[in-house]
């Protein structure tokens, strides 16, 4: 219940192309639901975030897309960029409950 | 203002040492929290604190770890008689409310 899954665990996808990564959860109760990126040896920077109030949330080349009745959501580049080359990990919280609940990361390579 | 701040970044102890982490939380955050990460794996949690408080701990092994965060200065993870499975990128996070989790570089232990 306390679960968040997340595919692929790899991706490569070429310059300029649309990089998607999926998340799943099974409790009803998480009520936030943020993105991290990370880059080799260093810590986990958040990205993007959304609330299951809505269904879509997009910042410069990145959205959230979010199906509260699939309990899915997933992250969209756009334009995918050789920097955007990191890993990625989606989390999700109960609000009042501090704790954050990490995705298993999706490692994206993005080609020249 | 300043992020947050762990050290040491690299930590290298033998077998039976201890191990101490430092984390100063950014400016105005009381929320601190401790995730540890093993290589090519996802983030788990392991302790929540406010400032003299461990508020849950669930993910912290029951042996030989232990953390605080006291009135004054960083919070410190600690790790007693270290074995070679606690070799680890250790992260701290702040907080200034439920669900917003900056964090720092990390803290890298080699257990030899």
């Known amino acids: 219940q306390q679960q968040v899954k997340q595919s692929p665990q790899s991706l490569i996808v070429q310059k300029g192309g649309i990089s998607i990564i999926n998340c799943a959860y099974e409790?009803?109760?998480?009520?936030?639901f943020p993105w991290y990126q990370q880059f080799p040896g260093k810590g986990p920077a958040l990205l993007i975030a959304?609330?299951?109030?809505?269904s879509e949330k997009k910042e410069g080349r990145f959205t959230i897309s979010f199906n509260k009745s699939a309990k899915q959501f997933s992250l969209h580049i756009m334009d995918s960029q050789p920097g955007d080359s990191a890993t990625y990990f989606c989390?999700?919280?109960?609000?009042?409950?501090?704790?954050?609940?990490f995705g298993q990361g999706t490692r994206l390579t993005i080609n020249p | 203002n300043a992020g947050v701040m762990q050290n040491p970044r690299h930590l290298v102890r033998r077998r039976g040492q201890e191990a101490r982490l430092r984390c100063s939380p950014m400016k105005g955050h009381s929320h601190v929290y401790w995730y540890r990460q093993l290589p090519e794996e996802g983030l788990k949690f392991m302790v929540y604190?406010?400032?003299?408080?461990?508020?849950?701990e669930s993910g912290m092994p029951k042996e030989r770890f232990s953390a605080e965060f006291p009135k004054e200065g960083p919070s410190i993870l600690r790790i007693q008689q270290v074995v070679r499975g606690d070799s680890a990128a250790y992260f701290c996070?702040?907080?200034?409310?439920?669900?917003?989790?900056?964090f720092g570089e990390g803290s890298r232990l080699t257990v030899l």
């Open positions: 959304i609330r299951p109030d809505v």
């Open positions: 604190l406010q400032k003299e408080n461990i508020i849950d």
């Open positions: 989390a999700a919280i109960i609000q009042g409950a501090q704790k954050l609940v």
């Open positions: 409790n009803t109760a998480f009520d936030y």
């Open positions: 996070a702040s907080s200034p409310g439920p669900g917003e989790l900056f």
